[in-house]
């Protein structure tokens, strides 16, 4: 966070006439301008200027996700500004703050502490009025950015009142609103950022630009532990642009004044690389450890017996499912601006982890993270990607090698080749039934590797609940089956992996939907019919550290099947019907229908998604709705489109050609029905959507073929 005086006022504006509260969790903090606001170090913070302009500087970044928007909602709600004049500001990091964004945290972790914010500055306004009028505060209220008074008919505008309500004591536990009262949570409200996006006034981390700037490029080595056996600079140095080339443990910078040119020069770099070891990492090779590993015991994250009186399993299926490498392909490839000086570093960068990034940058640096001024600029597309820091530390290696401040972006190959890759995982799932049919027992091992952003994984074993966090969709099975078990098996790899749209739950709830049609099959039941069936008994589960809330499960299963006009899962020739759900970490529940087409060379064409979405209380939903809409085709991608393999050490894919995404004729007609949630607050919903809808797909592919999809992505044979 901004720990200055002098950086304080800038950003915020601050006047001799300012009302300023921060928060920090369930802390309240009061700064004014006469205050030493030197150790004023909230997480976020409130200011209203004599001039009426409400500014609200939180830490969670931008990244297509709305989060701006929905966070000034809640702000606005509580505090009643008026939402014309609500302006935001990105902070900035110190050694002690917490302004990651990631796991589809920000709702649920702002919200009580920007209504609290809100709650506060409207009623030290109120007080100030009322001290003014020299009238009883009950008879004052606050309306749309002014206090007014109900006896008299006066109005004062917030502007006006600061500097009398910044002597007031801050109120400890201030009344916040009741939801019935609310007027802007729950309203249908654009973008407060987009007019800056669309006319392109907004900067994203690749729009920066600062005097004397050069322009970098990097040829890093193609695999891990590769060294530079020959390299003729020549042909790179004689590119127009080029400056000069650094040599660097990273790889070989290429600097220039101009991003074509130093693009240009790298091309032309004759470097000759080792070649990689005989046991260079390999995919297929991987896949047999995976599918190895998947049949041996693991680590037991959850196990639970049947009572006594359940009858003897008679029958047993099983199955396997293989979930591959993917990559981010974030639109706006990693980059980042730095500026080393002898002492201090300024960082321009699309990040997710700022705290990350400071002290990543100034343990290279040989400084204190303090020294590291780290700028968070917009992003175009983060996807978890961008909690790694790995583009940042370089650019700060590069600019303090070549003396001056640098841009480094990455090419697509670079992101593509050098990425934290989506981890592969295989599954084997089984199931029993009795005489009658009865399914009786689950049980399902999960095979794979941590989401690490370091590159390897801990080797020792930990406590149960570490495990579930890796599992999710896989632990916190939801069906009511008497006997459970569900297992993880570590396997460790020896390339760049780490968080993805979703993290750990897109493989695991893809072979446990996918099994659960299976399990459908056997029992002879329609298969959204068994989901509800078999989430029957206990409406409210513990599967260790996540409560699973079958009521809600159930809600958006039953609102789809209304919805999509459910009849099973056969349409016509050539075309199927499937479904899936989720409760992604207990907080948000999705369940979808697919109807999609196969022609004669298995091509499919995914034609209508309709979807439910309960994520509790709802602030805008706008936003629900896109980040719904984001997610299916985020989903759509990895079920029918690229992947990443490796050979010799090597990720094979380089390019959109090679590593496909859906585009806009893949898109299908998209229905989103929002729940009317009873949860008191709101959850996420950057990541939920994408889980359940490859599932989806996958049993609608069988519904239309007779064809199980237990291997992804999905590709005409």
């Not at 760049?496 to 459908?520: K, N, T, Y």
């Not at 229908?593 to 706008?622: F, H, K, T, Y």
């Amino acid at each position: 966070m901004i720990t200055s005086r002098r950086a304080f006022l800038k950003t915020t504006a601050l006047s001799s006439a300012s009302l300023v509260i921060g928060f920090d969790g369930g802390r309240l903090l009061q700064a004014t301008f006469a205050n030493s606001v030197g150790s004023f170090k909230p997480n976020g913070w409130v200011c209203i200027n004599s001039d009426g302009n409400v500014i609200l500087t939180i830490g969670k970044c931008e990244m297509g996700q709305g989060v701006r928007t929905s966070l000034a909602m809640i702000l606005a709600e509580e505090l009643e500004a008026d939402w014309t004049r609500i302006k935001l500001v990105q902070a900035k990091p110190s050694a002690d703050s917490d302004l990651g964004t990631g796991g589809s945290d920000s709702m649920a972790s702002s919200w009580k502490p920007l209504r609290q914010a809100g709650a506060a500055a409207r009623e030290m306004l109120i007080t100030a009025a009322a001290t003014r009028w020299k009238v009883d505060r009950g008879s004052c209220k606050a309306v749309d950015g002014a206090i007014e008074h109900s006896g008299s008919g006066r109005r004062l505008e917030y502007g006006s009142l600061v500097a009398e309500a910044a002597k007031v004591p801050l109120p400890e536990n201030p009344p916040l609103k009741n939801a019935s009262d609310f007027k802007i949570i729950g309203r249908r409200t654009a973008r407060i950022d987009g007019p800056d996006i669309v006319s392109g006034k907004a900067r994203y981390g690749i729009d920066i630009k600062v005097p004397g700037m050069l322009f970098a490029s990097l040829e890093r080595p193609p695999f891990s532990g590769a060294k530079v056996q020959n390299l003729q600079e020549d042909t790179a140095r004689a590119v127009s642009g080029v400056r000069s080339l650094i040599k660097l443990p990273r790889g070989i910078a290429v600097l220039a004044n101009s991003t074509w040119a130093a693009i240009k020069g790298r091309a032309a770099l004759a470097v000759e690389w080792s070649e990689p070891p005989k046991d260079a990492f390999d995919s297929d090779a991987h896949w047999k450890k995976l599918e190895t590993a998947s049949r041996q015991t693991g680590f037991v994250t959850r196990k639970e017996e049947p009572p006594p009186e359940t009858n003897a399993i008679t029958k047993t299926i099983d199955a396997t499912y293989y979930y591959p490498f993917y990559a981010h392909a974030p639109v706006e490839t990693m980059n980042c601006v730095a500026d080393v000086r002898e002492t201090r570093c300024t960082i321009w960068a699309p990040t997710q982890a700022p705290e990350r990034l400071q002290k990543q940058v100034a343990q290279l640096l040989g400084i204190a993270p303090g020294d590291v001024d780290v700028n968070i600029t917009l992003i175009g597309g983060g996807f978890g990607r961008r909690l790694g820091v790995d583009y940042a530390v370089e650019a700060a290696d590069i600019s303090r090698a070549a003396k001056a401040p640098i841009q480094l972006l990455w090419s697509r190959a670079d992101d593509m080749k050098q990425g934290h890759f989506q981890a592969a995982s295989v599954h084997y799932l089984s199931a029993g039934f009795d005489a009658q049919g009865a399914p009786l027992a689950w049980k399902h091992t999960k095979a794979g590797s941590f989401h690490n952003i370091s590159p390897l994984d801990p080797k020792e074993m930990r406590d149960a609940a570490w495990y579930q966090d890796w599992s999710w969709g896989c632990y916190d099975v939801p069906y009511a089956f008497p006997a459970i078990q569900t297992a993880y098996v570590a396997i460790d790899l020896p390339v760049r992996h780490g968080p993805w749209r979703s993290v750990f739950a897109p493989s695991s709830v893809f072979a446990r939907e996918c099994f659960i049609d299976e399990v459908a099959q056997v029992r002879g039941t329609d298969p959204l019919a068994f989901r509800l069936e078999m989430l029957k008994g206990a409406d409210v589960i513990k599967a260790g550290s996540t409560t699973v809330d079958r009521r809600r499960l159930r809600r958006v299963l039953e609102t789809v099947r209304d919805k999509s006009g459910w009849n099973g899962t056969s349409i016509s020739e050539g075309r199927g019907r499937g479904v899936a759900c989720n409760a992604y970490a207990g907080r948000t529940y999705i369940a979808y229908v697919v109807d999609l087409s196969v022609d004669q060379e298995n091509n499919v064409q995914v034609e209508r998604v309709v979807a439910a979405v309960d994520c509790g209380l709802v602030v805008n939903p706008v936003g629900v709705e896109q980040q719904m809409e984001g997610g299916i085709i985020w989903g759509l991608s990895s079920a029918l489109k690229g992947e990443i393999t490796f050979e010799g050490g090597k990720a094979q894919q380089s390019s959109f050609a090679d590593f496909a995404v859906a585009r806009m004729r893949d898109t299908p007609a998209i229905e989103v029905h929002i729940i009317d949630s009873d949860a008191p607050q709101p959850f996420g919903m950057g990541e939920p959507p994408v889980p359940p809808i490859v599932p989806a797909i996958a049993n609608a592919i069988f519904s239309a073929t007779g064809t199980r999809i237990r291997r992804l992505p999905f590709r005409p044979e």
